[in-house]
């Protein structure tokens, strides 16, 4: 099946910007989506089409994609940004997630 | 309140049966969509099976086609998936989750309940 890269872990100080990348050689050609979850919890979509917010989701969470690698950049990040990140795409009517990044706020 | 709320899950024995269902609330179930992700112990997230909206179309992920089946009642706002021939390897937390726009699969999930465990082993 079909499988998405991202960094076992990213650290990022307090206040700095955090950047969690999503690689796949069909990442050019589908739509990417990004979820946080904190521990305990479900996941919560964070960027939907590849650089969409939800209603509700701050500014400080951006979207990106560029050639086979999507990127969701956490700018300012907060203590409360601490949680596990992942991508998102359909690969003939299966969902596909990415292996899901660890971020920490130093 | 727009919500999705599971049930069903439990600790079985290998070979088991179960059937787990997804209370929708606060918006228009048909309009949308459904899908399982499931999330073993410390472990990432594994979308399962999606139904469109209409119910016509189900989908399974090559794990669990043929042992598991996805199904929805409109008429109570609940998505079930029964899960039959189970092993060791689906012990997960298992969430439904609602297609952000269309009652097609294949969008983000905009929505997700909060899990139900499951636990298969002897």
């Known amino acids: 099946s079909y499988e998405l890269t991202q960094p076992l872990s990213v650290s990022v100080a307090l206040g700095q910007t955090a950047r969690i990348t999503c690689g796949g050689i069909?990442?050019?050609?589908?739509?990417v989506h990004w979820y946080q979850q904190k521990t305990g919890q479900a996941p919560v979509l964070v960027i939907y089409?590849?650089?969409h917010r939800p209603s509700g989701i701050p500014e400080r969470f951006s979207g990106s994609k560029s050639g086979n690698t999507a990127t969701l950049t956490i700018f300012r990040a907060q203590a409360g940004d601490e949680a596990d990140y992942y991508c998102?795409?359909?690969?003939?009517?299966?969902?596909?997630f990415g292996s899901g990044t660890k971020v920490t706020v130093l | 309140e727009v919500q999705l709320l599971e049930s069903g899950g439990g600790f079985l024995q290998p070979g088991g049966s179960l059937r787990l269902s997804c209370e929708a609330s606060?918006?228009?179930?048909?309009?949308?969509?459904m899908s399982w992700v499931r999330q073993a112990p410390g472990k990432g997230l594994e979308w399962v099976s999606g139904?469109?909206?209409?119910?016509?179309?189900?989908y399974y992920a090559d794990s669990v086609r043929g042992r598991f089946t996805i199904s929805r009642d409109t008429s109570k706002n609940t998505l079930y998936l029964q899960m039959n021939s189970l092993g060791a390897e689906d012990t997960a937390v298992y969430y439904c989750?609602?297609?952000?726009?269309?009652?097609?699969?294949?969008?983000?999930?905009?929505?997700w309940g909060r899990g139900t465990l499951l636990t298969v082993s002897s």
């Open positions: 989750a609602k297609d952000y726009s269309s009652s097609a699969v294949g969008g983000s999930f905009d929505l």
């Open positions: 606060g918006f228009t179930f048909s309009n949308y969509a």
């Open positions: 139904i469109s909206g209409s119910g016509l179309s189900t």
């Open positions: 069909i990442i050019g050609s589908e739509i």
């Open positions: 089409a590849d650089r």
């Open positions: 998102h795409v359909w690969d003939n009517d299966t969902a596909v």
